[in-house]
């Protein structure tokens, strides 16, 4: 079986979109298993929502998420995030606010656990450093872990006591052996490693690879949308560059 991992769609619909087009032309692909912060920043929240709704998969809560429907205070926010949280809460319906809050902060699934942030502080910690890493290494028992928030490609490795980092490039297919792993797949909706393209990864069960792709989508089209409906618009100019 396969999985597309996709993490902080954003609300940037035409990158979620480029990637599920992509997904498609890979074959057979089981689930989606998204790891969070589906809207904030980008300009189609209920859309995003309800795409991804429309597919089978899983999903945990991101703290964009959480934001959106007043589960957490936006003041840890920068002034343009809560901004964007704040136009984000008035887009959303019932049902939309109701997925939201229904969203888990944790799943486990086989091999894998699943969380937005860090698995010691699922929504608020960034798993950036390598030091992080391998304090968090502690904090889940399953082998692998999957994280998104910093949105970046990036594996970390716990091996014998030490730890490591590596940044995924794309086409990158990492073979998963023993060692537990902390891997990211990276951002589909506001890339932060320099790549402005979407990035998602595909883990394949039977050969137990994890696969790192990119997908250029309509950044014009999206930031048009966000300016149009008055969002930040450093959020809408960060997209040309992915920072
Ligand atoms: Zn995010």
Same mark, same amino acid.
């Given at each position: *079986?396969?999985? &597309? ?50 597919? %089978? ?8 998420? @959480? ?15 809560? &901004?964007?949280? !704040? @136009? =984000? &809460?008035?887009?959303?319906? =019932? ?6 809050? /229904? ?16 698995? !010691?502080?699922?929504? @608020?910690?960034?798993?950036?450093? +390598?030091?992080?890493?391998?304090? +968090? ?23 014998? /006591? ?17 060692? !537990? ?19 998602? &990864? ?5 050969? =137990? =690879? *994890? ?14 949308? *966000?300016?149009?409906? /008055? ?5 809408? %100019?960060?997209? %040309?560059?992915?920072?």
């Amino acid at each position: *079986m396969r999985y &597309a991992i996709l993490a902080d769609i954003h609300a940037n619909l035409a990158a979620f979109t480029a990637v599920l087009e992509d997904v498609k032309g890979r074959g057979d692909v089981e689930e989606i298993w998204c790891l969070g912060d589906i809207v904030g920043y980008g300009p189609e929240p209920h859309q995003c929502i309800e795409v991804l709704r429309q597919h %089978s998969g899983i999903c945990v809560a991101g703290n964009h998420d @959480w934001a959106a429907i007043g589960k957490i205070d936006t003041v840890d926010f920068n002034p343009d995030a809560a &901004a964007a949280a !704040r @136009w =984000t &809460a008035g887009q959303l319906g =019932t049902e939309d606010r109701q997925y939201l809050e /229904g969203l888990p902060l944790v799943i486990e699934k086989g091999d894998f656990m699943l969380v937005h942030g860090s698995p !010691r502080e699922p929504i @608020w910690e960034y798993v950036l450093s +390598n030091a992080t890493a391998c304090e +968090n290494f502690a904090f889940f028992k399953s082998q692998f872990c999957l994280v998104g928030h910093s949105h970046a490609p990036a594996v970390f490795r716990e091996e014998n /006591g030490s730890c490591s980092l590596s940044e995924m490039l794309p086409g990158t297919d990492l073979r998963l052996g023993k060692a !537990r792993l902390i891997i990211n797949p990276g951002g589909v909706g506001q890339p932060r490693d320099g790549d402005p393209r979407a990035a998602y &990864a595909v883990y394949d069960g039977e050969t =137990t =690879t *994890m696969a790192f792709y990119r997908v250029p989508y309509d950044i014009a089209a999206t930031q048009a949308k *966000m300016l149009h409906a /008055g969002l930040p618009v450093r959020l809408a %100019s960060r997209l %040309s560059y992915g920072v």
